[in-house]
């Protein structure tokens, strides 16, 4: 596990990726273009509306942990509907029968934009998620994802990051919780080239159980940096389950080209539709 610093191994240099690829999304036409950011902002101003009505609440954040996972996936439901019938961005789901028999696993998905640490929230149930400790800070939502025990990552502790997150995940799979893992750490534009970090790889290695990779094209769709949240249908799937056990150099490539072939035939089908 030792070498290199923490954010490399887990999270990485931020977005360097930034100068070698353009974001790739659609281009609406006409009235559907103009409304684009109307409705991105729409949906986004529900959402800020929606944590200041429920910030009243957080001192139930003490109540136990079932009762705020209730509340937090009906939370989480609700913005993706909003999603769905405000900014007309709507999602599907394939390969849900390679998690059937699993059990706990390690779940490592291509990251493109905040969409799928909310949607794999939902579509997982109860997963603990890999992320960055600033984002628990977050009035609210960060404080709910802390009281749910997500798994946050202090890259300023250096190497004793990694071991921390070894020890938390294993910790998460014990209760019977499947582990999400962004293996590049941070958002990638769609098509841009991988970049994944030996973190993915070391705690594969540690936890010893199956890894189910997960291939998307949001960023076609959720762009970096950008309000826009561009009409259309974003599709999650998910692949063929990795067995534990294999060497490290063989896991990462298996795993590296189950996901970016995805994903790359993913984002390239829907630009096509557009």
């Known amino acids: 596990m030792g ?7 887990v999270s990485g240099p931020m ?11 659609p281009s609406p036409r006409g009235l559907a273009g103009l409304m684009v950011l109307p409705r991105s902002l729409a949906f986004l101003a529900l959402v800020i509306a929606s944590l200041v009505v429920l910030s009243p609440l957080t001192p139930f954040l003490v109540l136990p942990r ?30 849900l029968e390679h998690l059937e028999g699993i059990g706990p696993c390690m779940v490592a998905a291509k990251h493109q934009s905040a969409f799928e ?14 992320l960055k400790r600033e984002l628990t800070l977050i009035p609210v939502a960060g404080w709910t994802m802390a009281r749910l025990r997500h798994i946050a990552i202090d890259r300023r502790a250096g190497a004793a990051a990694l071991m921390n ?17 962004f293996p590049e750490g941070t958002r990638s534009a769609p098509l841009s ?18 890894c189910i990779p997960v291939a998307l094209n949001s960023g076609v769709f959720w762009p970096r940096r950008d309000l826009r949240r561009f009409p259309g249908t974003i599709t999650i799937e998910f692949l063929p ?17 189950a996901i970016e072939t995805r994903s790359t035939a993913l984002a390239l089908e829907a630009l096509r539709r557009d």
């Open 193 to 210: 080239p991988p970049d994944y970090k030996p973190g993915v790889v070391a705690l594969y290695r540690a936890l010893k159980v199956p």
């Open 3 to 9: 070498g290199g610093r923490v954010d490399e191994q």
């Open 241 to 257: 389950p990795i067995p534990p056990g294999l060497a490290g150099d063989r896991f990462r490539s298996e795993l590296e080209g």
């Open 165 to 181: 997150l070894v020890r938390d995940a294993k910790a998460r799979l014990a209760e019977g919780r499947s582990l999400v893992i």
């Open 66 to 95: 079932r009762v705020v996972l209730a509340i937090s996936l009906r939370v989480l439901r609700f913005w993706l509907f909003l999603l769905r019938h405000v900014a007309g961005l709507s999602f599907r789901v394939q390969g």
């Open 117 to 130: 640490t909310l949607a794999l929230q939902v579509i997982l149930t109860d997963p603990a998620i890999v």
């Open 15 to 25: 977005d360097r990726r930034d100068e070698e690829t353009r974001p790739v999304r």
